[in-house]
């Protein structure tokens, strides 16, 4: 089990930025699948980005629709850590963002796919 570790989260208005990050406990690191998943008040809880481990340096990056051109997920893995800079946010945004982990290669979106999870921290974007 991987332990994660969730910081970043805030009070932003519409148009600002925040970055979180994420530490995750383990030595590949480099190697595991990282996710940033949110969920909304009465909402499910839906994907947001991915970085998968390709081979060598390569990594795979997928966003959802709706974040594309604003988000970017990133890592650094001298740190074991997991960034997702947002940017142009918007009120939707707002939600709970949770990291996830996935201790070996394989990009996915799904929830499912993934057995570690952060304790989320608190976006919320006003108007």
């Known amino acids: 089990q991987v332990q994660l570790v969730e910081s970043g989260g805030g009070l932003v208005q519409a148009g600002g930025s925040l970055r979180l990050s994420c530490v995750a406990s383990?030595?590949?690191?480099?190697?595991?699948?990282m996710g940033w998943f949110r969920q909304a008040p009465g909402k499910e809880r839906e994907f947001v980005a991915t970085?998968?481990?390709?081979?060598?340096?390569?990594?795979?990056?997928r966003y959802t629709d709706s974040v594309k051109g604003r988000f970017t997920i990133s890592r650094d893995n001298a740190k074991n850590t997991l960034y997702l800079q947002m940017n142009s946010l918007k009120p939707e945004d707002t939600a709970v963002y949770y990291c996830?982990?996935?201790?070996?290669?394989?990009?996915?979106?799904?929830?499912?796919?993934?057995?570690?999870w952060g304790q989320g921290t608190q976006v919320t974007v006003s108007s």
């Open positions: 970085i998968s481990w390709i081979g060598g340096t390569t990594y795979s990056l």
């Open positions: 996830a982990a996935r201790s070996f290669p394989g990009a996915t979106m799904s929830a499912a796919d993934f057995g570690s």
């Open positions: 383990g030595r590949t690191f480099s190697k595991y699948t």
